[in-house]
């Protein structure tokens, strides 16, 4: 299984710096998802090391234009080109998405969105993912987001207490949109108005609660189970494709976006 993911690695990097991605992604666009930038914990679920990342950095700025989120967001709504596309997201509110993540990001000019889980900013709370594989969760202070925001990214709401909205009812729903977006605007002075949904499988909403958060003011609700953006999708029905410890190399990803299933 290695192996091919190494061949399926080696073929999307050719693929890309021949340019087959000008003609597959013409009218397709991708909102790419990190959670933990961290050396200590390289090859588990939600996590790319530093060099991993940079990696990732350098090839979507060599490959894609780099908007940010509300860009896409806005192009989207507008019908105008989305072709080629791509927005960089960070779910859930680590530590290092400050200290290893942003600075990357600087550096290379790349925009970002942090949605944050608003629950565990400035907490110890051990979520039962990283629990479970005896990794320490470790979360930005206030300050930390607030100097997110100062620096030019943009903040998304992800909750306050990161539940599955697959089963949570409508009137807690409307609760965890609320108060995570309030808690965001009373610390940055800023409008919040994307949001994307906690584990971000199909199942992990229901109908009744997307409509929640299209009802409170949100501008787009994010999925987290792959796929590209096309012209004409639902800004409350938004996809997003993982960086998982599956993906070996940024090419092995790449060619993963060549040929969305969708399409």
């Not at 100097?147 to 599955?164: C, K, M, N, S």
């Not at 997307?210 to 029905?237: E, H, K, L, M």
Request: charged share 20%; hydrophobic share 40%; with cysteine.
């Amino acid at each position: 299984m290695t192996m091919s993911r190494i061949i399926s690695g080696g073929l999307g990097a050719a693929g890309y710096a021949l340019g087959v991605n000008r003609l597959l992604m013409r009218n397709r666009a991708v909102i790419a998802v990190f959670h933990r930038v961290d050396d200590r914990y390289g090859g588990t679920p939600i996590t790319v090391t530093e060099s991993e990342f940079k990696a990732y950095c350098d090839f979507f700025a060599a490959h894609f234009q780099v908007i940010p989120l509300s860009e896409l967001m806005n192009r989207l709504r507008a019908g105008r080109p989305i072709g080629g596309a791509l927005a960089i997201t960070f779910d859930d509110g680590y530590r290092d998405n400050y200290l290893r993540a942003a600075p990357e990001l600087r550096r290379r000019g790349l925009p970002a969105c942090f949605y944050i889980a608003t629950g565990f900013i400035g907490t110890e709370i051990q979520p039962h993912w990283d629990a479970e594989r005896g990794i320490r969760a470790e979360w930005m202070g206030w300050d930390q987001v607030r100097e997110l925001h100062r620096q030019g990214f943009e903040i998304g709401a992800h909750t306050v207490t990161h539940p599955d909205l697959g089963k949570i009812t409508p009137e807690q729903t409307h609760w965890e949109a609320t108060e995570s977006r309030r808690m965001l605007e009373a610390e940055l002075s800023a409008p919040i108005t994307h949001f994307c949904y906690p584990f971000g499988r199909s199942h992990n909403i229901t109908e009744a609660n997307r409509q929640v958060i299209q009802d409170v003011g949100y501008a787009s609700c994010a999925a987290c189970y792959g796929g590209t953006v096309a012209p004409g999708d639902d800004p409350f029905r938004i996809r997003r494709a993982p960086i998982y410890e599956w993906h070996l190399t940024p090419g092995q990803y790449g060619l993963e976006l060549l040929f969305d299933p969708r399409e």
